[in-house]
T-cell receptor
Framework: DVKVTQSSRYLVKRTGEKVFLECVQD?????MFWYRQDPGLGLRLIYF???????EKGDIPEGYSVSREKKERFSLILESASTNQTSMYLCASSLWQGSGQPQHFGDGTRLSIL | QKEVEQNSGPLSVPEGAIASLNCTYSDRVSQSFFWYRQYSGKSPELIMS????GDKEDGRFTAQLNKASQYVSLLIRDSQPSDSATYLC?????????FGAGTRLTVKP
């Protein structure tokens, strides 16, 4: 089975802090994704990566950055956390997207910014 | 913007009934379709994938795809209270995956 592991299930941070969310997958997947999920808004793509050191902006990249130094690890960074970034953050991975492969999700990180 | 549309529900069915969940999409290039189940407070879990027109059955679940009419559906037979969750429809075209907002299903004992 595919295993996508997110470093924290719950996280509480303060406004202005730099926040790191970590994600690791163990299936040698090329693609990795970061989403946020808010009630009534569904899943929204923040950033994705098709390869090491490669990143692409999703639908809502503002206020976020990402890092992919190794194939198995994809980090989401909130440069200066704000209260409107309080949300559920979901990491996903998949084989090369062009082949129509599904995404597999981690357990999610519920982030609260105070 | 390519859209994936789902009725947000809630959809309520009695235990043992058939639950029917529907999804329409606007991108005619869409190649692959997936259904995810998401329990409250949990992450989405893949339950079905379908790539060609017609029906695909897996246990109590049947996915139906009609590319000409641009819809995909999920039928859950003999619904159980444990099926109560939000069901997300997703479609891929080339290097893009789009999710619907989800339909909340409640199965009443």
């Amino acid at each position: 089975d595919v295993k996508v592991t997110q470093s924290s299930r719950y996280l509480v941070k303060r406004t202005g802090e730099k926040v790191f969310l970590e994600c690791v997958q163990d299936m040698d997947h090329e693609n990795m994704f970061w989403y946020r999920q808010d009630p009534g808004l569904g899943l929204r793509l923040i950033y994705f990566s098709y390869d090491v050191k490669m990143k692409e902006k999703g639908d809502i990249p503002e206020g976020y950055s990402v890092s992919r130094e190794k194939k198995e690890r994809f980090s989401l960074i909130l440069e200066s956390a704000s209260t409107n970034q309080t949300s559920m953050y979901l990491c996903a991975s998949s084989l090369w997207q062009g082949s129509g492969q599904p995404q597999h999700f981690g357990d999610g990180t519920r982030l609260s910014i105070l | 913007q390519k859209e994936v549309e789902q009725n947000s529900g809630p959809l309520s069915v009695p235990e043992g009934a058939i639950a029917s969940l529907n999804c329409t999409y606007s991108d005619r290039v869409s190649q692959s379709f997936f259904w995810y189940r998401q329990y409250s407070g949990k992450s989405p879990e893949l339950i079905m994938s379908i790539y060609s027109n017609g029906d695909k059955e897996d246990g109590r679940f049947t996915a139906q795809l009609n590319k000409a009419s641009q819809y995909v559906s999920l039928l859950i037979r003999d619904s159980q209270p444990s099926d109560s969750a939000t069901y997300l429809c997703a479609q891929t075209a080339n290097n893009d995956m789009r999710f619907g907002a989800g339909t909340r299903l409640t199965v009443k004992p």
